[in-house]
């Protein structure tokens, strides 16, 4: 009777939310946001990390209101933000990648586009009048040329 | 046509769409900052209150805008403060948190948000400051931005 006196009232700490699971959770959406960052540095679109990175900032600051009253659920909170966190940076590597084969990609179009410009424009500044003509001659090709006090 | 003049208009089209197609690969400088804001109960910039009872909430809402062509991860520090309380661009306020409020925000999005604070001692002058922080990736801490914004109030036992 005696043992199960004491086991009642030794204090659940593993339900509790502690001071090291808040800095865990923390430290996990900081790290998350760095490596958001770094995505769109190369050209990712990080919307979608970024809404994601503010639910489990929420999941925190809901955690930190509250742990007086319900530690428990203080405790699943900040369980659930440092995982979505985690998440988060690893998903950020695949938008980084992503992001910035984009960005090679477009700037593989533009160069494109420039030197097709610049080749069509040298090419109708070498040719262009004799393209002209011919393409006169041969939409004026059935014209009759005719007197106008005929 | 002149040969001359359709050279010029030739050339012209050409840099025209040079241009156009490298410019978003150059470099723009554009002013880069953070705003911050504190409104009133109405989330205007009036109605705030000046005079409140010790430990009766009162409302008030924060705004906080990123225009630092990056995503940011940001922190309103609310502290209470009086008037000896030094506070600049530079220095933060040595003074007790209130509250803390923390949300990332893209390149030009702004967040407004409900702040419900309360005072917990009597006094004339008080002054309520909102510090805005900002994640920095170097040191992995939070730094001052060196945006703040106060309000006085004057807080009545009853």
């Known amino acids: 009777m005696l043992i199960g006196l004491v086991i009642s009232t030794i204090p659940s700490r593993s339900h509790e939310a502690t001071g090291g699971q808040l800095e865990t959770a923390n430290n996990s959406v900081n790290t998350a946001f760095s490596s958001v960052y770094r995505a769109e540095q190369s050209g990712g679109d990080v919307s979608a990390l970024v809404e994601n990175l503010n639910t489990a900032v929420s999941l925190i600051q809901k955690a930190v209101a509250e742990n007086a009253t319900d530690p428990n659920a203080a405790t699943a909170d900040l369980s659930s933000a440092t995982a979505i966190a985690q998440m988060i940076s690893l998903n950020s590597t695949s938008v980084s990648t992503s992001g910035s084969m984009a960005r090679q990609l477009r700037l593989y179009e533009s160069l494109g586009t420039v030197a097709a410009t610049l080749g069509i424009a040298a090419l109708a500044y070498l040719r262009g009048d004799r393209v002209y003509r011919r393409l006169w001659l041969y939409v004026f090709r059935n014209h009759v040329v005719k007197k106008n006090d005929e | ?158």
């Open chain 2, 1 to 158: 046509m002149n040969r001359q003049i359709g050279t010029v208009i030739l050339a012209s089209i050409t840099i025209i769409i040079v241009i156009a197609t490298l410019a978003p690969f150059l470099p723009v400088r554009e002013q880069r900052f953070s705003e911050l804001g504190v409104l009133g109960p109405n989330q205007t910039i009036k109605g705030y209150p000046t005079s409140v009872v010790v430990n009766q909430s009162f409302l008030l809402y924060g705004l906080v805008g990123n225009h630092e062509g990056n995503v940011e991860n940001y922190q309103l520090v609310v502290k209470l403060g009086n008037q000896t309380t030094i506070v600049t661009n530079t220095t933060y306020a040595t003074a007790p948190v209130m509250a803390t409020y923390w949300h990332i925000l893209r390149e030009n999005e702004t967040w407004l948000f409900p702040m419900n604070l309360s005072v917990n001692h009597v006094g004339n002058n008080t002054r309520i400051i909102f510090e805005l922080w900002s994640y920095h990736i170097p040191t992995s801490g939070f730094k001052y931005t060196g945006v703040w914004n106060h309000i006085w109030l004057n807080v009545t036992s009853s």
